[in-house]
């Protein structure tokens, strides 16, 4: 009984359907999805989460907002909703463009945070519309 050797050619193209089936799965992921919200007059601001040993921190980019209207809001201890008031309303004309239209009123943004952390010890800073909520991890007193 003979076994055949597969071809490297056949390997090669194996691995190459592999590839492109990973590939389209992970760039699934980013598919756009809309960062405003004309119905609600939101929009999103850019967020971002870092894990450190210690703690969570989630930074916010909210250009234009009022400072003594920022309200963070912890959810549970995986999740924070970031809301803010604009100094003044925006709207697609004012960002140049023209084939939209919509205006806007407030920031809004909820994030989903990787790890259980302690909300009620939270430390937020707003500097330079750049609002920062320091979080310790749950279980790292």
Known sequence: MSRRRRSIFDIVEEYME???ETVEEYL?????????HPSSETIEPLANVYVEPKEVV???DIPCADRDSINVRFLDENTVEIEARLQRTLDFQSFKIMH???RFTKHYVRVNL???VEPNRAVITCYRNVLEVRIPRR???
């Open 28 to 36: 699934r992921g980013f598919e756009e999805r809309r960062l405003w």
């Open 100 to 102: 939209r239209s919509g």
């Open 58 to 60: 989630v930074t916010v």
């Open 114 to 116: 990787p790890v259980p």
């Open 18 to 20: 592999r590839m492109e």
């Open 139 to 141: 279980g790292f007193v």
